[in-house]
């Protein structure tokens, strides 16, 4: 079996190991060739590693050894690690099984398999509470149901708590589906947008999300210290930025300064907020520079647009992209159902507002209106209709792929100028620094009227080069058939730099390596206190008094006390509030008897009914908290998931309520697919959450790599069990 990367197990042309190059493996006649073609082995490393490349490929000849059969004493509690829970003991043992054959070099996370598996198991020299080594054989609970004031500061060393939950709550906003790969991992790490990920509305609307997070407010924090520079309200600071670049000018040194501005702002970090000291963004005023009252009203955090206050550090600007989202999709509707409501008559306005919008459909909408405007609707009539539709949606995967793949680029760099440990510090801005120094001695060398020459002949070479630009591209497409992956940032200057989301999982993986999981961020279900934050001296560095921004942080009395007479204003304009709410009643009843009646028709053998019991939890129904056992159901029954690591082998395993014997048993190196799915159908999502406003317990489909699937149905707490599994093994994963 051939995973595509040439080394030995590879016929190569001229010689059986090593090809027709001199000293190099690989189909190449170049030494170089070789070693740059990241499909070959050129210096054999897998022939003196037992078939595994340390940081690189799985073996390429992987040979099928037997499994034996694990027996796991069960006279003991099962390991249930909270201390203030009694565990409940099994009289008969667990037994795993023999799923099927393992291969030589198996993926587990000592072997290495990546990048991001060798950093969870290395030795950090500043460590966390979640890298301490213990002797127990099951792992440690660092807090799973506590407060966060209870949690062990820090879990990860040199990374606050509130940051690393930030991380994890994007994680899993962002992470659908994966999938284990044998091939080689761009960059060296794993977890990357697989060419064929699947489209669905939701991962769409979270790599919007995703954009406006990064991308979209970076750069409106880059464009408001432009406006302060420019506003002259910070006179010392602009006054030296104006005096080097004018001195620039006539010395006709503007490129060399941009660069080697460029140049130490990568390398030395305390430059950064010496030359741009931050401000909280909403504050500043991106068309005078100077500062304003933040939208929200109050100040309640610094890195959102808004300035709207949070819980926990990074919530509010998770919150504004939602709602940028949201907005979009609002107006999306409202343009497609031809919603004016200029043209609405005064005498219709208390009926119209207890209607329900007619936005919420929109191509039903547009219909509508056409059919009111004396159009015909409906596919005899409309012969563009689905083609239409067909053509849009049939481009929505590659525009979802794209937005994917500019977050990522910015994550990149972001993480580049600034790493989070445990990724190296130095490396990635050395890297970009080096690239800028050849370009800051071609600078300095350039005068002016060259650089229009060169200009002028790279016009004229992309207009008229064409014969030499196609044949220069089919060589480069016989030699190298996939040379646009090799000039990738993931694979050229930025290699080995993660995305947040490889990022989090190496950050899991740390945790489940010392067999002590990351907790997961903490939920509440208070709203965030309307109090502003804390402001130190540094912290506003534009020349304003201490009462203008007393006042820009506070909320205006005079809009606190409107806010608290608009409740009363509202309940009494609109009489069809009260139709409203009984509809709203009428459709929770008819929603519960609906799942009422799903236990009858499961145990007729309904297997949709069967996987719908469950999914919406009772108000106040206790969760089991983790990280070992967790609530849900298998086939309908229910149970508590377990993941069991005390065993030679970690496996995954479901026990029914009312039996001591496991129903499911899936050793976690077969896992071969993890993919979420949903507890309800999105349409009945939507009602469940309007008429109940609960939340839905929702599932996990697991894939063994013999191909069976396994549904785990109705697990409050989905998303701490998917990463504990994407996590604690040595599978090399790709995003679905």
Same mark, same amino acid.
């Given at each position: 079996?051939?995973?595509?990367?040439?080394?030995?197990?590879?016929?190569?042309?001229?010689?059986?190991?090593?090809?027709?190059?001199?000293?190099?493996?690989?189909?190449?006649?170049?030494?170089?060739?070789?070693?740059?073609?990241?499909?070959?082995?050129?210096?054999?490393? *897998?022939?003196?590693?037992?078939?595994?490349?340390?940081?690189?490929?799985?073996?390429?000849?992987?040979?099928?050894?037997?499994?034996?059969?694990?027996?796991?004493?069960?006279?003991?509690?099962?390991? $249930?690690?909270?201390?203030?829970?009694?565990?409940?003991?099994?009289?008969?043992?667990?037994?795993?099984?023999?799923?099927?054959?393992?291969?030589?070099?198996?993926?587990?996370?000592?072997?290495? @398999?990546?990048?991001?598996?060798?950093?969870?198991?290395?030795?950090?020299?500043?460590?966390?509470?979640?890298?301490?080594? =213990?002797?127990?054989?099951?792992?440690?609970?660092?807090?799973?149901?506590?407060?966060?004031?209870?949690?062990?500061?820090? &879990?990860?060393?040199?990374? !606050?708590?509130?940051?690393?939950?930030?991380?994890?709550?994007?994680?899993?906003?962002?992470?659908?589906?994966?999938?284990?790969?044998?091939?080689?991992?761009?960059?060296?790490?794993?977890?990357?947008?697989?060419?064929?990920?699947?489209?669905?509305?939701?991962?769409?609307?979270?790599?919007?999300?995703?954009?406006?997070?990064?991308?979209?407010?970076?750069?409106?924090?880059?464009?408001?210290? +432009?406006?302060?520079?420019?506003?002259?309200?910070?006179?010392?600071?602009?006054?030296?930025?104006?005096?080097?670049?004018?001195?620039? /000018?006539?010395?006709?040194?503007?490129?060399?300064? +941009?660069?080697?501005?460029?140049? $130490?702002?990568?390398?030395?970090?305390?430059?950064?907020?010496?030359?741009?000291?931050?401000?909280?963004?909403?504050?500043?005023?991106?068309?005078?520079?100077?500062?304003?009252?933040?939208?929200?009203?109050?100040?309640?955090?610094?890195?959102?647009?808004?300035?709207?206050?949070?819980?926990?550090?990074?919530?509010?600007?998770?919150?504004?992209?939602?709602?940028?989202?949201?907005?979009?999709? %609002?107006?999306?509707?409202?343009?497609?159902?031809?919603? =004016?409501?200029?043209?609405?008559?005064?005498?219709?306005?208390?009926?119209?507002?207890?209607?329900?919008?007619?936005?919420?459909?929109?191509?039903?909408?547009?219909?509508?209106?056409?059919?009111?405007?004396?159009?015909?609707?409906?596919?005899?009539?409309?012969?563009?209709?689905?083609?239409?539709? %067909?053509?849009? /949606?049939?481009?929505?995967?590659?525009?979802?792929?794209?937005?994917?793949?500019?977050?990522?680029?910015?994550?990149?760099?972001?993480?580049?100028?600034?790493?989070?440990?445990?990724?190296?510090?130095?490396? !990635?801005? &050395?890297?970009?620094?080096?690239?800028?120094?050849?370009?800051?001695?071609?600078?300095?060398?350039?005068?002016?009227?060259?650089?229009?020459?060169?200009?002028?002949?790279?016009?004229?070479?992309?207009?008229?080069?064409?014969?030499?630009?196609?044949?220069?591209?089919?060589?480069?497409?016989?030699?190298?058939?996939?040379?646009? #992956?090799?000039?990738?940032?993931?694979?050229?200057?930025? *290699?080995?730099?993660?995305?947040?989301?490889? &990022?989090?999982?190496?950050?899991?993986?740390?945790?489940?390596?010392?067999?002590?999981?990351?907790? @997961?961020?903490?939920?509440?279900?208070?709203?965030?206190?309307?109090?502003?934050?804390?402001?130190?001296?540094?912290? $506003?560095?534009?020349?304003?008094?201490?009462?203008?921004?007393?006042?820009?942080?506070?909320?205006?009395?005079?809009?606190?006390?409107?806010?608290?007479?608009?409740?009363?204003?509202?309940?009494?304009?609109?009489?069809?509030?009260?139709?409203?709410?009984?509809?709203?009643?009428?459709?929770?009843?008819?929603?519960?008897? *609906?799942?009422?009646?799903?236990?009858?028709?499961?145990?007729?053998?309904?297997?949709?009914?069967?996987?719908?019991?469950?999914?919406?939890?009772?108000?106040?129904?206790?969760?089991?908290?983790?990280?070992?056992?967790?609530?849900?159901?298998?086939?309908?029954?229910?149970?508590?998931?377990?993941?069991?690591?005390?065993?030679?082998?970690?496996?995954?395993?479901? +026990?029914?309520?009312?039996?001591?014997?496991?129903?499911?048993?899936?050793?976690?190196?077969?896992?071969?697919?993890?993919?979420?799915?949903?507890?309800?159908?999105?349409?009945?999502?939507?009602?469940?959450? /309007?008429?109940?406003?609960?939340?839905?317990?929702?599932?996990?489909?697991?894939?063994?790599?013999?191909?069976?699937?396994?549904?785990?149905? %109705?697990?409050?707490?989905?998303?701490? &069990?998917?990463?504990?599994?994407?996590?604690?093994?040595?599978? #090399?994963?790709?995003?679905?």
């Amino acid at each position: 079996m051939s995973s595509g990367v040439y080394g030995p197990g590879n016929v190569l042309p001229g010689d059986a190991m090593t090809g027709p190059a001199p000293t190099s493996a690989g189909p190449h006649q170049s030494d170089f060739l070789n070693k740059l073609d990241p499909r070959v082995d050129s210096n054999l490393s *897998k022939a003196s590693n037992g078939g595994v490349r340390t940081g690189g490929d799985v073996s390429i000849e992987a040979k099928a050894v037997p499994r034996p059969v694990t027996t796991v004493p069960i006279a003991q509690p099962l390991p $249930v690690v909270q201390p203030s829970r009694e565990p409940q003991p099994l009289q008969e043992p667990i037994t795993v099984g023999e799923p099927g054959p393992t291969f030589a070099g198996a993926p587990t996370m000592e072997s290495e @398999p990546s990048e991001s598996h060798a950093l969870a198991v290395a030795d950090h020299a500043e460590k966390g509470a979640a890298q301490e080594e =213990h002797t127990e054989a099951e792992v440690r609970d660092l807090g799973w149901d506590e407060h966060p004031k209870n949690v062990p500061t820090p &879990l990860v060393g040199g990374l !606050p708590n509130e940051e690393l939950w930030t991380l994890v709550r994007r994680f899993n906003r962002q992470m659908y589906h994966v999938k284990a790969t044998t091939a080689a991992v761009p960059g060296g790490l794993d977890l990357n947008i697989a060419d064929e990920e699947e489209f669905s509305p939701d991962k769409l609307r979270a790599n919007v999300e995703r954009l406006y997070m990064t991308v979209i407010v970076g750069m409106a924090g880059f464009g408001k210290h +432009i406006a302060r520079l420019r506003s002259w309200k910070e006179p010392r600071r602009t006054a030296a930025f104006c005096t080097a670049y004018f001195a620039a /000018w006539i010395l006709n040194l503007v490129m060399p300064l +941009i660069l080697s501005t460029l140049l $130490v702002l990568i390398v030395y970090p305390p430059s950064r907020p010496y030359l741009f000291p931050p401000a909280p963004l909403a504050l500043v005023d991106s068309s005078t520079g100077g500062m304003k009252k933040p939208k929200a009203g109050v100040l309640g955090s610094h890195d959102s647009m808004t300035g709207a206050p949070e819980k926990h550090q990074g919530e509010a600007v998770e919150q504004e992209a939602h709602n940028f989202v949201s907005s979009f999709g %609002a107006i999306a509707l409202s343009s497609a159902a031809g919603k =004016h409501p200029q043209n609405e008559p005064e005498h219709d306005q208390d009926v119209n507002a207890s209607v329900p919008d007619p936005t919420s459909v929109a191509m039903t909408a547009a219909d509508s209106k056409a059919s009111t405007a004396g159009g015909t609707i409906g596919t005899s009539h409309d012969k563009t209709k689905q083609p239409m539709e %067909a053509a849009m /949606w049939g481009k929505t995967r590659p525009v979802m792929h794209i937005l994917a793949d500019i977050a990522d680029g910015w994550e990149r760099f972001a993480n580049a100028l600034s790493p989070t440990p445990p990724f190296p510090q130095e490396a !990635p801005r &050395l890297k970009l620094a080096a690239i800028l120094i050849p370009a800051l001695a071609v600078a300095l060398i350039t005068t002016p009227a060259m650089f229009i020459k060169m200009t002028h002949f790279s016009v004229g070479m992309g207009f008229f080069g064409d014969p030499v630009t196609s044949r220069a591209l089919y060589w480069l497409n016989r030699e190298f058939p996939h040379w646009q #992956k090799l000039l990738e940032i993931r694979n050229t200057i930025l *290699k080995g730099v993660p995305t947040n989301a490889q &990022l989090t999982i190496t950050l899991l993986r740390i945790g489940e390596a010392n067999k002590a999981p990351i907790p @997961p961020p903490p939920r509440s279900s208070e709203p965030p206190s309307d109090k502003p934050v804390a402001l130190h001296g540094d912290d $506003v560095p534009m020349n304003v008094s201490h009462e203008e921004v007393q006042d820009a942080i506070h909320e205006d009395p005079s809009e606190t006390t409107a806010n608290e007479e608009a409740p009363e204003k509202e309940h009494k304009h609109h009489k069809g509030a009260r139709i409203v709410a009984f509809f709203k009643g009428t459709t929770k009843t008819t929603v519960e008897a *609906k799942l009422g009646v799903d236990k009858v028709t499961a145990k007729a053998g309904s297997k949709h009914a069967r996987n719908r019991l469950g999914v919406l939890p009772k108000p106040g129904e206790p969760t089991l908290p983790g990280p070992v056992e967790f609530k849900g159901r298998y086939l309908g029954k229910k149970g508590n998931i377990y993941i069991i690591t005390r065993a030679s082998i970690p496996y995954l395993s479901f +026990i029914k309520d009312s039996s001591s014997q496991p129903s499911v048993q899936i050793p976690v190196p077969d896992i071969m697919e993890l993919k979420k799915i949903g507890g309800l159908g999105w349409k009945t999502k939507l009602i469940v959450g /309007w008429a109940t406003n609960r939340e839905v317990a929702d599932g996990l489909e697991v894939i063994s790599k013999d191909g069976s699937a396994t549904q785990l149905m %109705a697990i409050p707490l989905r998303e701490e &069990l998917f990463n504990r599994l994407v996590a604690m093994g040595g599978q #090399k994963w790709e995003s679905w």
